[in-house]
């Protein structure tokens, strides 16, 4: 079932285009490590009465592990079904790809077929692979369904991407939006810069995955040469792990962004908020350990609120390290106004209920 930008509705699309938060979907597992659907499901219903424009599935946050224990369809479908049943408008449903050609396309065509609108390309399985070797894996995976370009960070297995890929990849058809998260600022300026050299500003979304960054990622207006004036960017939306956590609040935030930015009016207040997001981020993602505890430590937060009822990965070796859950004590109670425990309170049974 092949799906182009033509398939996806147009309310979904105008939302992520225009800048949306999209929760990178954690998984819910029981103390035995299978999947708890009664919490997955109640996660998913959570990002979208907090107000998330989209879902992205099967992504890092899910866990890559979930392909070789047999649950990318399961929980992908059941992200589907809840996103159909319970949001009142559409969703942009995002799956992550990863894996050489054969799986991705693979991986792709099941998405396609249960319902998703565009897919998160990993390419860390082409650690050495020349630069025609990726364009060549992005080409053929586009051919398939729309496609968000995805810049990991090398040190959770992203690999290095030069300017001169993303402008070539800017260039391929049934690309809709890229998420830039390589953690450094020069990385982040390759791909703003190859989307305006390309001239693809008004077809691909920019999104921020630069969790040690995301607010100033918003605000920051970049300004490219071309012709005979200048061209300005913007990154409109979060894709993000961190976003998985006290949505109702990044909503709040990304609303104001967006106000600020059409006034034109980024005040000190605003810009304080990006240290603290990043503070806790550093807890959350564990980044003092070299980021090994960030999905555990998504999952504590979230158990903290009721929302899963432990923080069990699919490796047990996964978990918060020495330290991490102190941290998280830290930043909870330095910026309470960052969290929305109440929210999650008032309408956890809702979403917990059959």
């Not at 107000?51 to 070789?68: D, N, S």
């Not at 586009?142 to 995805?150: I, K, L, Q, S």
């Not at 290095?160 to 953690?183: C, H, M, Q």
Request: net charge negative.
């Amino acid at each position: 079932m092949v799906r182009t930008v033509a398939n996806i509705p147009e309310a979904a699309l105008a939302r992520f285009r225009a800048g949306t938060a999209i929760p990178a979907h954690p998984l819910a597992l029981t103390a035995s490590r299978t999947l708890n659907e009664g919490r997955q499901r109640a996660l998913s219903r959570y990002y979208i009465d907090a107000g998330a424009g989209g879902l992205a599935v099967g992504v890092h946050t899910t866990q890559f592990a979930i392909r070789e224990a047999g649950l990318y369809e399961p929980v992908l479908r059941l992200a589907g079904e809840t996103a159909a049943d319970w949001a009142e408008a559409p969703l942009l449903m995002i799956a992550g790809v990863a894996g050489r050609t054969e799986q991705a396309l693979a991986e792709a065509q099941a998405a396609a077929g249960l319902g998703y609108h565009a897919v998160l390309l990993s390419l860390a399985a082409f650690r050495g692979a020349s630069e025609d070797e990726l364009i060549g894996h992005c080409r053929r995976v586009a051919r398939e369904m729309p496609v968000v370009g995805f810049y990991l960070q090398s040190a959770v297995g992203g690999v290095p991407l030069p300017f001169s890929f993303w402008r070539r990849f800017a260039e391929l058809d049934n690309v809709i939006g890229i998420k830039i998260a390589p953690f450094t600022r020069y990385g982040t300026l390759d791909v703003v810069r190859a989307v305006a050299e390309a001239g693809a500003e008004d077809r691909i979304a920019l999104y921020t995955g630069n969790d040690d960054n995301i607010l100033l990622d918003l605000v920051t207006p970049w300004h490219f040469p071309r012709g005979d004036g200048m061209v300005e960017l913007r990154v409109v939306g979060g894709l993000l792990g961190h976003w998985s956590v006290w949505v109702k609040s990044v909503v709040e935030m990304l609303n104001r962004v967006h106000a600020a930015v059409a006034e034109d009016r980024i005040d000190r207040h605003l810009l304080a908020l990006a240290g603290q997001i990043t503070d806790c981020n550093a807890a959350f993602f564990d980044a003092a350990n070299g980021f090994r505890g960030c999905i555990a430590g998504v999952h504590e937060v979230l158990r903290r609120q009721g929302l899963l009822d432990g923080i069990w990965c699919l490796d047990p070796e996964e978990t918060l390290s020495p330290g991490q859950a102190a941290g998280i004590d830290r930043v909870c109670q330095a910026y309470p106004h960052l969290n929305d425990d109440s929210f999650v309170a008032e309408n956890l049974e809702r979403w917990l209920s059959p």
